[in-house]
């Protein structure tokens, strides 16, 4: 995958990530969150770093980018929509047992919800990137590249 499509889709999906995961975990899902903390107390920020979260986002979607840069298969709309709900899900299981096993930060049903929630924004950040990505050209050393890989 070529740089600049590789910039374009971290960007997007970076944008796209971050708007939907506001929307799931800040607004439809808010009450699920706050009634299924763990015994913790205080380390909830008062007001989010924003910086901070779009930067999580746009590392979240240039890891979906590899992933779909290294596939082997031809890009589509449904690979995005794939590969954005297998990186979430993976991402957060990850983070949030592992965290569930380190801390008291969230209960045992929260744990588990939470990465099945990042199937779903994942998901829908896969879906745009594959979107915007095959509607884009693809570079000519690309393409030269993709042929001698296929040889």
Same mark, same amino acid.
């Given at each position: ?5 590789? =910039? !374009? ?16 975990? %800040? ?8 009634? %299924?903390?763990?015994?913790? !107390? ?31 298969? $031809? =890009? ?27 801390? %008291? ?28 990505? !095959? ?8 393409? $030269?590249?993709?042929?001698? $890989?296929?040889?």
């Amino acid at each position: 995958m070529d740089a600049k499509r590789f =910039l !374009t889709g971290t960007i997007v999906g970076g944008i796209v990530l971050y708007v939907v995961g506001y929307l799931i975990f %800040n607004v439809a899902f808010a009450s699920f969150y706050a009634a %299924n903390v763990g015994s913790a !107390t205080g380390v909830d920020r008062s007001s989010e770093l924003t910086w901070a979260v779009v930067l999580g986002n746009l590392a979240y979607a240039a890891l979906v980018m590899v992933v779909l840069g290294n596939r082997g298969e $031809s =890009l589509s709309i449904g690979a995005g929509i794939k590969v954005g709900a297998i990186v979430g899900f993976l991402i957060w299981a990850t983070a949030d047992f592992t965290i569930y096993g380190l801390t %008291n930060i969230a209960n045992l049903t929260r744990t588990i919800v939470d990465p099945l929630l990042e199937i779903v924004h994942g998901g829908i950040g896969g879906l745009i990137i594959g979107i915007v990505l !095959t509607r884009m050209p693809v570079a000519r050393a690309s393409r $030269s590249a993709l042929s001698a $890989s296929a040889r």
